[in-house]
């Protein structure tokens, strides 16, 4: 690959791009040059752009191209895995501006937006028409379609219904290479509801970071809207272990809640501490399940997963008949993220092992919380097997922080000893880089690298991210 | 791209693989030469191999590299698009011999199977451990997990439950060039719910029709057995293009049938003069709906299915409450394009269109059909918008042949000018390069080839399948 080297100045960009509106206040660019995930490595763009238009996506990547700077989208910047820290003298290009409605087709349950577009202003919008997008990152109120889209976002009820990449059928996007110059902008995929004619790019691109192209517009399957309001069940269990058996007996059961989420006790309080919902905090671990079938069926398997809980040996399991102590509850698993972020820098682990080894993980986690002496907080979707450690460090504690580093890294190996895999919706970006050395054949690597190669040959857009320059990513 | 060029004798392969009992009989060898799609081209291979192990496709693989003999993979050779058809000089590999379920996992709901596992072989072997592998093709009863990882099959409860690639969670591969020498045996994607490490090969690998590398294990997800027998809907319409609008409006009011077939009277004729199954033939169509949402939820949401055929014109709709019944009925539907063949040579075609577009889409099938004086007979997935408008032509007729093509190249341009797709379901194979060249842009397809390179460079695996050589999908 051909690594992009910017020996360009503002100045170039500047005349390459006039009337965009180029951002380079130093504290302005400071804010667009990063993600959430505090941990990960940040260069020092040398310019950022808003884009108004996918016209004027197209026209910074091929002034990027011409100068040999590096393109950085990005969307609200919600993403845990510095996907979208900026390079060393690149432009960050803001997509959040993008953020129209193009389109909503009842009739055919799909949705055109641009990729700035919000996640629940969406799941709003297509609600007056009686139709659902179930994907559903905590991150939901804040974070972009367009991010969602990166980095194939999942959320809590993937296990019924899914990841991003199943709702994308189609998008527009802005690429270089084989498709045109850089700078071209192509449609791929459809709108109907099925399609294999040829080899599946939008798929590809789902979940891709930003590393092929910029994308412009998204097509969305929608569905429609659910008939009843979903059941909650609440579950206390007095160890992570019980509520994991808990999980995995509910998955044997061959129930499929909407949703079924692990709350641990730091979790738990730090919420109460924070919002005073009147979440009980006296358990060890919680679990938490949607139900969402219609009807009694819907009754019955509400009360079925209370009853696999019970049987694995909750302390306690209801399903909850008041609506609002439901919301409550899930305010609560929503704002776990938020809640631990006041107590000191959090470094998110986002793992997914199969079902059957949730409990396992979940005793993995416990074990090297405490060799590391690095307090853990974990919240898990857990029926899907995909669980989030948070490491919480004392602000400014080197050492603590050395330590959070080397428990982070031996829960990515307990992962993939358990057969899992090193980021379950979060992304690679720039804090998996190598625990995806880890996990992948030396073989798939190099195929990775191919298509990156083959698809970006200038090595222009997102330069470092997922397989990025890592040296590793080459031809064995 | 560099073609692969045979200059290779059938005494070099049988040096090169010894004791693989490669075929060369003429007779065996044309059979093993062409899948269902009797109008596609047919080249003559120069042996078959039937393997008896992965290890065995690595070798045949890393022989065939050496020696320059293109790789036609094939399973059971029930494709529709000429996908597994021989090309001159190559070795057809065929892999139904490979065909044993590897691991049925209960506890995290998933299959490992070899390619050559029937389709409904695996329905049997997990309905016993109370699951359930959705994808079902009409052809299930005879094709193979890898031709429908091939071809990305559908069937006929994809608008519930999707398609083959939404059941693929991982495989391994034999594959060549970046990936390793030509015969590396490589595992792709995860067993795991949710993953998004790099980009997604698993995903890229299925529907690729073999021109990748070729598939010799596939992880695939499973979902609990449904809980109750689905229920059965009928209706009956004076015309094709009713019973579109009746499809229209199941979709706008928000139901999702399991199922939602149409057959027109050709295809109930037919079937009705080969096996009597009882099915009432006076209708000009008949849609069959299948609705499987447990206990009364589901009882209600037939008769909503029932009411919109009623509220779109049905002569009448009922829902069936004999299970015998229900069954005959959808035993019409799976058998209506082998009674159809022994009306003469069929050519299948396989659009797809947003669901809104089905009645004017069946309005065209019927126009063209007059218009190139061609006997077309429609059976469709209706719900998902994908049709199948059957061209039949009576034997050794080849001005009706050529008419068949013609209206064969409109109902294919009619698709694309209604905003459909040239394959919902089949695949390219050979019969649909053409279209897939009207339907996509010069960009999307130079990005198309540059994939192929990128992970084939040699060209070895089924050479002009999909892209092929099509100098279309050559660079702008």
């Keep these: ?33 990063h993600d959430e995930a505090e941990w990960a490595p940040v260069g020092a763009p040398l310019a950022a752009l808003r884009a108004r238009s996918a016209d004027e996506v197209s026209r910074a990547v091929a002034a990027c191209a011409d100068l040999g700077v590096p393109v950085v989208p990005r969307g609200a910047g919600t993403g845990l895995s510095g996907g979208a820290n900026a390079v060393d003298g690149c432009l960050v290009l803001d997509l959040s501006k993008l953020n129209a409605i193009v389109e909503i087709d009842p009739e055919n349950m799909l949705a055109v937006v641009q990729p700035g577009v919000v996640n629940d202003d969406l799941k709003a919008a297509v609600a007056e028409h009686g139709l659902w997008y179930p994907p559903d990152p905590a991150s939901a109120p804040w974070s972009t379609i367009g991010g969602n889209v990166a980095t194939n976002a999942g959320g809590l009820c993937c296990l019924k219904y899914g990841v991003t990449r199943d709702y994308v059928l189609g998008m527009e996007v802005v690429v270089g290479g084989p498709g045109g110059e850089y700078g071209t902008r192509l449609r791929l995929g459809r709108r109907t509801t099925k399609g294999v004619a040829g080899y599946d790019l939008t798929g590809l691109f789902v979940g891709s970071e930003g590393t092929l192209g910029v994308v412009t517009e998204v097509t969305l399957r929608l569905r429609p809207a659910r008939r009843d309001a979903p059941r909650t069940v609440v579950g206390s269990f007095s160890g992570l272990v019980e509520a994991g058996r808990a999980v995995a007996l509910v998955t044997a059961r061959g129930l499929v809640p909407a949703a079924l989420e692990l709350l641990d006790r730091t979790c738990l309080e730090a919420v109460e501490d924070w919002k005073h919902l009147g979440v009980d905090p006296s358990a060890e671990a919680m679990l938490l399940a949607s139900v969402d079938s219609p009807g009694a069926a819907g009754d019955e398997e509400a009360e079925a997963v209370a009853a696999a809980f019970r049987d694995a040996g909750a302390l306690w399991a209801e399903r909850s008949s008041d609506p609002v102590e439901a919301e409550a509850l899930f305010s609560a698993r929503r704002l776990a993220y938020p809640a631990l972020e006041r107590l000191g820098p959090v470094l998110t682990e986002d793992v997914c092992v199969p079902r059957s080894a949730v409990p396992a993980m979940l005793g993995k986690v416990e074990e090297i919380g405490r060799r590391h002496g690095v307090g853990i907080a974990t919240i898990a979707h857990a029926g899907d097997g995909n669980l989030h450690p948070l490491l919480i460090t004392p602000p400014g504690d080197a050492a603590a922080r050395a330590a959070a580093q080397a428990a982070f890294d031996d ?4 992962a993939l000893a358990l057969g899992g895999t090193v980021t379950g919706e979060h992304g690679i970006g720039l804090l998996k880089r190598a625990g995806m050395q880890q996990e992948m054949p030396v073989g798939v690597r190099a195929m990775q690298r191919a298509v990156k190669d083959a698809l970006d040959p200038l090595g222009l857009f997102n330069p470092g991210k997922v397989i990025g320059a890592d040296p590793a990513f080459t031809r064995p």
Tied chains: 1, 2.
């Design 411 to 414: 829960l990515i190996a307990a």
């Design 1 to 33: 690959m051909r690594c992009v080297i910017s020996l360009s100045t503002i100045d170039d960009l500047a005349k390459a791009l006039p009337d965009s509106g180029l951002i380079t206040d130093p504290d302005v660019l400071a804010g667009l040059g």
